[in-house]
Nanobody, 125 residues
Framework: VQLQASGGGLVQAGGSLRLSCEAS????????MGWFRQAPGKEREFVAT????????YYVDSVRGRFTISRDNAKNTEYLQMNSLKSEDTAVYFC???????????????????WGQGTQVTVSS
C-alpha cells in the first residue's frame, strides 16, 4: 500500500484546510486509516481515524468538532477537513493505514502499517 498525502499549507488562525490521502496498491487489505501530526520537538500525536468499511470515526479531543475525517471510496482517498484552525494545530500531518485487524479506534502509531510522506500545516496567529 502506498499513501500520498497532500493539501497542507499556510493559513491564518480561524481558517480552513483540507488534507487528502490517496491510497494505492493493495487497498483491499486496509482495515482503517488515520491522521497523525507532529510538531517540532514533540512526539507524533493521533488526530483522527476512520474504519475502512464501516465508516466509524474517532477524534482526539482537541480537534473534535473542528476536524472531519471522510473518505471517497471510488477514489481510494481519505480526507481531513480542518476548520477553525488554531496556531497549536501547526504540525506536519501524516496519513496512515492499518492492514491488520485491531480494536477501533486505533490511536497508537504502531497499530498502523503504512505511512504517507507528511504534509506541513502552518497556522499563523
Amino acid at each position: 500500500v502506498q499513501l500520498q498525502a497532500s493539501g497542507g499549507g499556510l493559513v491564518q488562525a480561524g481558517g480552513s484546510l483540507r488534507l487528502s490521502c490517496e491510497a494505492s496498491g493493495r487497498t483491499f487489505s486496509i482495515y482503517a486509516m488515520g491522521w497523525f501530526r507532529q510538531a517540532p520537538g514533540k512526539e507524533r500525536e493521533f488526530v483522527a481515524t476512520m474504519s475502512w468499511s464501516g465508516g466509524r470515526t474517532y477524534y482526539v479531543d482537541s480537534v473534535r468538532g473542528r476536524f472531519t475525517i471522510s473518505r471517497d471510496n471510488a477514489k481510494n482517498t481519505e480526507y481531513l477537513q480542518m476548520n477553525s484552525l488554531k496556531s497549536e494545530d501547526t504540525a506536519v500531518y501524516f496519513c496512515a493505514a492499518g492492514a491488520k485487524p485491531s480494536a477501533f479506534p486505533r490511536t497508537i502509531p504502531t497499530l498502523y502499517d503504512y505511512w504517507g510522506q507528511g504534509t506541513q500545516v502552518t497556522v499563523s496567529s
